[in-house]
């Protein structure tokens, strides 16, 4: 079964400073890979995806990944932090599951504070 | 064009009581998954369903949970009997495909007294 891990739990940065959330996930075949960001209260908003090609897929409000097949890792990165991107970040892997479907599996998350 | 619908966004039931949520699809989608949010667990899935049909339910808990997607209006996914460990923060997620990219509602927030 496929699992995804979120080293970090807790992250704080200064505004303008940059970012680099981790993730990792275990996988045999290429997976389709994803990052999603959760405010409080909220839903989840997807902020990139990878399928295939170009592993270094730009994304959403100035946010970017970077799929290593040999490290099993699709960090997310963003070179200069705003006070609004405090918020729960998640990584996610799709996989077909065998009963028919693309489910997705989530890491436990990074929760990001910024100080102004 | 309208995102993911999912009502009430907030629901208080008492044990025992039923818990009925209920999720609208992006327009033009007709994949709809769920997903339970607990404390400390983490976003896990529960069930697939695509219109009239329930595709993948290997999620969900074996009882006392169910899931619908007919013809005619929202995904209903159904509770009976709340206990105090369903509280959780319940999402409904819809894809144009399967494989598809998955575009999240609000989420509703179940809290059983």
């Known amino acids: 079964a496929q699992s995804v891990t979120q080293p970090d739990i807790h992250i704080t940065v200064s505004e303008g400073a940059s970012l680099e959330l981790r993730c990792n996930y275990s996988?045999?075949?290429?997976?389709?890979l994803f990052w999603y960001v959760q405010s409080p209260g909220q839903g989840l908003q997807l902020l990139l995806k990878?399928?295939?090609?170009?592993?270094l897929v730009q994304g959403i409000k100035g946010f970017e990944a970077e799929f290593k097949r040999s490290q099993s890792s699709f960090n997310l990165r963003k070179p200069s932090v705003h006070w609004s991107d405090a918020a729960e970040y998640f990584c996610?892997?799709?996989?077909?599951?065998?009963?028919?479907?693309?489910?997705?599996?989530f890491g436990k998350g990074t929760k990001l504070s910024v100080i102004p | 064009n309208a995102g993911v619908m999912q009502n009430p966004r907030h629901l208080v039931r008492r044990r025992g009581q039923e818990a009925r949520l209920r999720c609208s699809p992006m327009?033009?989608?007709?994949?709809v998954y769920w997903y339970r949010q607990l404390p400390e667990e983490g976003l896990k899935f529960m069930v697939y369903?695509?219109?009239?049909?329930?595709?993948?339910e290997s999620g969900m808990p074996k009882e006392r949970f169910s899931a619908e997607f007919p013809k005619e209006g929202p995904s209903i996914l159904r509770i009976q009997q709340v206990v105090r460990g369903d509280s959780a923060a319940y999402f409904c997620?819809?894809?144009?495909?399967?494989?598809?990219?998955?575009?999240f509602g609000p989420g509703t927030r179940l809290t059983v007294l």
């Open positions: 996988y045999g075949a290429t997976p389709y």
């Open positions: 996610a892997v799709s996989e077909y599951s065998g009963a028919g479907s693309y489910q997705l599996t």
């Open positions: 327009k033009g989608h007709s994949h």
């Open positions: 369903l695509q219109k009239e049909n329930i595709i993948d």
């Open positions: 990878y399928f295939s090609g170009d592993t």
């Open positions: 997620a819809s894809s144009l495909q399967e494989y598809n990219e998955q575009f």
